[in-house]
């Protein structure tokens, strides 16, 4: 049911997960024209990790910083260990690595369909139609409907292939600036054209 849910799973939730996060709402934002408060109602995307480590703590300052280089909002984040409870309401579960898809298969086999790398899903998605998805709207029904749809398509497209190497985010946790921004970079390769199938510039939107 709406609102259409991505989560963004990664090792520790301070690093690559909350960027993708962060960066997801900013993209929705910018593609709808909405501000990020009403992107979230459109598109709740939120983040886990496979590990415990970090519960509770905020964002890496250096994911913080490209986040709010880019236009987005890290405040109030607060990293989390992912549960099998958070796969119950995701609609699209984007991983940092296969060792990630792995493990989020094995808490739940049902969201096999449904769970990507993160570069893989941006690799399928340019073999979707969009024409062949529902019509776009604003409401958050349409967005539920036309992201269920494409999430179904990519899937599609995959045809039970594994994710290449090239698919999976670099862990910057405990390196410089340059691989941050390179891997915040990659990050929107792939959600920017997520954001834009979902809402397109031009069909009547609205």
């Known amino acids: 049911m709406p609102p259409f849910t991505v989560l963004h799973v990664c090792m520790g939730n301070i690093c690559r997960s909350p960027m993708a996060e962060r960066l997801l709402t900013l993209a929705v934002a910018e593609a709808a024209e909405v501000s990020q408060e ?97 019509r776009p709207g604003l409401s958050p029904e349409a967005v539920y409907e036309r992201g269920a749809a494409l999430v179904a398509a990519v899937d599609t497209a995959r045809r039970g292939a594994a994710p290449l190497p090239t698919d999976e985010l670099d862990d910057p946790w405990g390196r410089g600036e340059k691989t941050f921004t390179r891997v915040a970079d990659e990050i929107e390769e792939t959600l920017r054209p997520l954001a834009t199938m979902l809402f397109p510039p031009v069909a009547g939107v609205g």
């Open 38 to 134: 009403k992107a979230q109602a459109l598109v709740l995307s939120h983040s886990a990790g496979t590990g415990g480590w970090h519960e509770g703590e905020p964002m890496h300052p250096s994911a913080a910083r490209q986040v709010r280089a880019r236009g987005g909002d890290a405040d109030g984040f607060a990293a989390r260990q992912l549960r099998s409870e958070h796969l119950d309401g995701a609609d699209l579960v984007l991983t940092a690595t296969s060792d990630q898809l792995r493990y989020v298969v094995s808490l739940r086999a049902d969201a096999a369909g449904r769970t990507f790398v993160l570069g893989e899903f941006g690799r399928l998605l340019r073999r979707v139609d969009p024409e062949q998805l529902p």
